[in-house]
């Protein structure tokens, strides 16, 4: 039996929590009549059951171990295919195996369980003392989906997780606001547990339709099913990056001119696509990490580039000058002892209300403008926590159905 200190027992954990694993194992044993269905942790030297639906006494519990050389499974994750039996004795290969003989079954049926990074993580299994009709394509199809179901909530679990360690790393630092942390609640409340509800309820509807047969609804579900995992995904990934954005690089000499020209060059076919009109003054030197400094270019721009007018000659407008100490001391609670620059990048679109100047910087924040895309909704929140890294400020300036003028400073070389 697995013990709480074992470096596998957070599998284990893992699995029970999918909250439909033990009705997944309930639905193989009554459409196939397999007597006993389990998750299976298999390594190179153990196996280990996560979770099991035993109708014939089996005798093996969560938790509980077989020698991993008398298994099949072994055999499984070392080539990475199925394995179905529907008559051990009619089987060529099988029918002299030793682990037949040894475990007492005739019918058997195996699927690999392989996580997002390509990574061996199991197998969802059963078996049954008699003989049994498993190799048709409903029975495979069935085991199928259900394999990359567990994959999908394993994936999940372990993104969650590792979010959630980079949360409490964030919350004990100093440097992390309490907007930070504010927001961090936020999303672990709110914007991730949409996605998650969604995988819930498809899930649970991918089993029901899979116990009546229905096979082309359960093909729905389960495109259904990998979008919403595929989504919740994305924003993991978006908040996992955001949460590493930190200040430890060593500042450097920064000609933001530049960047502007690099970042440019980057965007130059939508530029080009909308025949937008590019103007900019000439741009100062600042102090900073270099690779931050152009993320935040590139997203003010890129925003830039998205929202400049359609009803009229599309243009955007770049400009700069150097700040008095008397207004550094207005707008930085400590600035530091050194001239700092303004930078406006100012479209000509739709412009922001003034009940969304300051959700806009919030990671998730999205206006009312589609579906979710990777990084909507991340690409202004880098950008006050590249500005804040900096000990500078990023604000927005409402002009709503005329554009919207985003303004940085940061501190000069």
Not at 382 to 389: A, E, G, L, P, S
Request: proline content about 5%; aromatic content about 8%; overall charge negative.
């Amino acid at each position: 039996m697995v013990q709480p200190d074992d470096y596998l027992f957070a599998d284990i954990e893992r699995v029970q929590q999918i909250p439909i694993v033990k009705t997944v194992l309930e639905v193989i044993c009554r459409s196939t009549g397999m007597g006993f269905a389990a998750v299976a942790r298999v390594t190179e030297d153990r196996w280990i059951a996560c979770s099991v639906q035993d109708e014939i006494g089996f005798g093996v519990e969560p938790g509980g171990e077989l020698e991993i050389a008398t298994t099949i499974c072994n055999e499984i994750r070392a080539s990475g295919n199925a394995v179905v039996i529907d008559h051990v004795d009619e089987n060529e290969f099988y029918s002299g195996h030793p682990t037949p003989k040894l475990y007492g079954f005739k019918s058997y049926i195996s699927l690999p369980i392989v996580l997002k990074n390509g990574s061996f993580f199991g197998t969802l299994c059963a078996i049954d003392p008699r003989p049994n009709q498993l190799q048709n394509p409903r029975v495979i199809g069935m085991f199928n989906l259900f394999s990359e179901l567990l994959a999908f909530h394993l994936d999940s679990i372990q993104l969650m997780e590792r979010t959630r360690s980079a949360m409490h790393e964030l919350a004990g630092q100093l440097l992390v606001s309490n907007d930070e942390n504010r927001q961090y609640r936020h999303i672990s409340s709110h914007n991730l547990q949409e996605p998650l509800r969604k995988l819930r309820v498809f899930s649970d509807m991918l089993v029901n339709a899979t116990d009546r047969y229905e096979v082309d609804k359960a093909k729905d579900l389960a495109v259904k099913i990998r979008s919403s995992a595929q989504q919740f995904s994305m924003m993991i990934k978006d908040l996992s990056e955001f949460s590493e954005l930190n200040n430890s690089s060593p500042f450097e000499k920064i000609d933001l001119g530049n960047i502007l020209a690099d970042v440019t060059a980057q965007l130059m076919p939508q530029i080009e696509r909308r025949e937008i009109i590019i103007e900019t003054d000439t741009l100062p030197v600042v102090q900073g990490v270099r690779d931050q400094i152009e993320q935040l270019f590139y997203q003010l721009m890129h925003n830039a580039v998205k929202f400049a007018g359609y009803e009229q000659p599309p243009r955007i407008r770049v400009t700069a000058q150097e700040l008095a100490l008397h207004e550094i001391d207005d707008l930085l609670p400590e600035p530091l002892q050194m001239s700092y620059a303004e930078i406006r990048v100012e479209d000509n679109g739709i412009g922001i209300d003034d009940s969304q100047l300051e959700k806009v910087f919030d990671i998730f924040a999205r206006l009312p403008t589609g579906s979710f895309k990777q990084g909507e909704g991340v690409g202004l929140a880098y950008c006050r926590k590249i500005v804040r890294n900096h000990k500078g400020i990023i604000k927005a300036e409402p002009n709503p159905g005329k554009g919207t003028t985003f303004v940085v400073t940061l501190p000069l070389f």
